[in-house]
């Protein structure tokens, strides 16, 4: 079964500060795609950012951008200029490609960031 | 356009009580889904649905009834209410080929 692992259950950065949160993960699969969600206060959850094993080049979203790391099986989130409107919960997850009937998302445990002013 | 909508926002049971939970959604998404959310364990999937009329145990389904009558919506039934279902009920819906899962806005289940 696939495992989704987030070691840093808290994480703080001072505004316009970079700041990375990791996420670990196994898996059998060689293709399969990998997430990061943010939850603020307000509870909804909002994709960050995304990134298919297929594809080499790490994603990037504005200031979000990841590293990853097939061979290590590594999915870090790099926030730069980090804002107040930043701070939430986030979420490392994963999901299966197509074809296996479950298309679920695997969550980690979540890292709560908190922007300092 | 509502994306995901989810009906109560909030509610509050006694134990061996019964509710429904609704999720709709207005992206003519194939795939489904139920999660829940506690304290520090992330997101557990319960139930999910590839299509209307069809419904699947995820990994907590134990005390969970779903139903996808209509494809825009998918139900989520506590026949019988536990302290242990005090929880965040998500729903969240994705598309045929589409990689990406997009959130309702969360239920807040206290049973008392």
């Known amino acids: 079964a696939q495992t989704v692992t987030q070691s840093q259950p808290e994480m703080s950065v001072q505004e316009a500060e970079t700041v990375t949160l990791s996420c670990t993960y196994d898996t059998s699969e060689s293709d399969y795609y990998l997430f990061w969600y943010k939850q603020p206060p307000s509870r909804q959850m909002i994709l960050v950012i995304r990134q298919e094993a297929y594809k080499q080049q790490n994603a990037t979203e504005n200031r979000f951008s990841v590293n990853f790391q097939k061979a290590a099986k590594s999915f870090s989130l790099k926030i730069s200029d980090s804002q107040l409107g930043d701070a939430a919960m986030y979420f490392c997850a994963y999901r299966r490609p197509e074809g296996f009937g479950n298309e679920k998302l695997t969550f980690g445990t979540g890292t709560r960031l908190t922007i300092i002013p | ?112």
């Open chain 2, 1 to 112: 356009n509502a994306g995901v909508t989810q009906t109560p926002k909030f509610r509050v049971l006694k134990t061996g009580q019964s509710m429904t939970l609704l999720c709709a959604q207005d992206m003519n998404h194939e795939y489904m889904y139920w999660y829940r959310q506690d304290p520090g364990m992330g997101l557990r999937l319960i139930h999910y649905s590839v299509g209307e009329g069809t419904t699947a145990k995820g990994e907590v389904p134990d005390g969970y009834n779903v139903s996808r009558l209509k494809k825009q919506n998918f139900l989520l039934g506590l026949e019988s209410a536990a302290p242990s279902q005090t929880s965040v009920y998500f729903c969240a819906s994705a598309g045929f080929f589409q990689e990406t899962q997009y959130f309702g806005p969360g239920t807040r289940l206290l049973v008392l």
